[in-house]
Every structure is written in structure tokens, then in C-alpha cells.
């Protein structure tokens, strides 16, 4: 698929098929995710990879939307926090930057691929590290389900250009 068409029919996906994902596309669109740029190439974060099977109730904790775990996998990007670059001048971490490049580079790859997702930071943090048993290093920034759609794509609904880009003068 050519980049433009590509980012044009990315959307957020709430319903989703039980069909397993292909495990070629599922490497393939973690494949995408690895090649993510990170601050300094520090690559501090980690992709895990929950098999909703099962586990629907525990993962419904994390977030409470019934199609969250009606695809076959949930993908979570944590970040490790004390491995990430920080910037000299204030120590800003970018632990968080990068997994979200990271997980931008997921969604795009698994829309290249015929699949869905549903970009997720609105979940409870405290039920995610109980219910996936994260070490204190990991801190899980996103998730997504990853699966076939079962809706259509709405409208995208975006600002227009000269709303949200100006041309910078310093004076």
C-alpha cells in the first residue's frame, strides 16, 4: 500500500473477528515496531504480546471496553524508563516518546497488513502491572488490540491545516 493511501485508511477499530492473526503478518508488524526510531537508539522499551483467549475478564480490568479483548491478541508497549535518553538541559525522559513512536509504527504496519487497532492510553495503569505481573522497571504506556476488524471506518474528523500549523518569525 502506498504511504499516503496507507495513513488514509489507518483508523481506530472497535469491533473486532475472533480469526487468529497470521503469524508471518504478526512478525512482520513487530518487525515495523523493532525498526522505530527511539531518542539516541536507546531502544528502551518492550512489546509484549497477550493472547486474549481466556483472559478476557483479567484483561477487561486494564480496560473495560467489551471489543478490547474481542480480537485475538492485545499488544501493550511498555516503556523501561531508567534505560531511556534524557535530555541534558532539563533530564526530560523520553521513555514515553518512544514508545509511542514505537506503537505509531505498529498500528501503521498492521494496517499495511488487512489488520486492525485501537491506539489505547486510557487504561488503568495499577490493573495493567497486576494483571500482566510487570517487573517495577517495565511501565506500560499503550495498548492495542490487534486483530481483523468487524466495523467500517468512520469519517476522520481533523483540524484543518491553518488551525493547527503556523510559520515561526523570531523577532
Known amino acids: 500500500m502506498e504511504f499516503d493511501e496507507l495513513i488514509r ?9 475472533s480469526d487468529p492473526v497470521e503469524d508471518d503478518k504478526l512478525q512482520r508488524v513487530l518487525e515495523a515496531a523493532r525498526l522505530a526510531p527511539t531518542a539516541c537508539n536507546k531502544q528502551a522499551f518492550q512489546i509484549l504480546i497477550i493472547s486474549t483467549k481466556g483472559r478476557e475478564e483479567e ?17 501493550c508497549i511498555c516503556a523501561i524508563p531508567s534505560n531511556a535518553w534524557n535530555r541534558s538541559w532539563d533530564g526530560k525522559n523520553h521513555a514515553d516518546i518512544d514508545a509511542a513512536i514505537v506503537m ?13 487497532t485501537c491506539w489505547i492510553a486510557a487504561f488503568d495503569p495499577t490493573a495493567a502491572r497486576e494483571v500482566l505481573n510487570l517487573p517495577d522497571e517495565l511501565t506500560p504506556v499503550i495498548f492495542t488490540p490487534l486483530g481483523y476488524s468487524a466495523d467500517s471506518p468512520r469519517p476522520k474528523a481533523r483540524k484543518d491545516l491553518s488551525e493547527i500549523v503556523r510559520s515561526w518569525k523570531s523577532t
Open 59 to 75: 484483561l477487561n480490568r486494564i480496560y473495560k471496553a467489551k471489543w478490547f479483548t474481542d480480537a485475538p491478541i492485545v499488544i
Open 9 to 17: 485508511t489507518r483508523y481506530s477499530v472497535r469491533a473486532y473477528l
Open 104 to 116: 505509531d509504527h505498529l498500528i501503521l504496519a498492521a494496517t499495511n497488513e488487512g489488520l486492525g
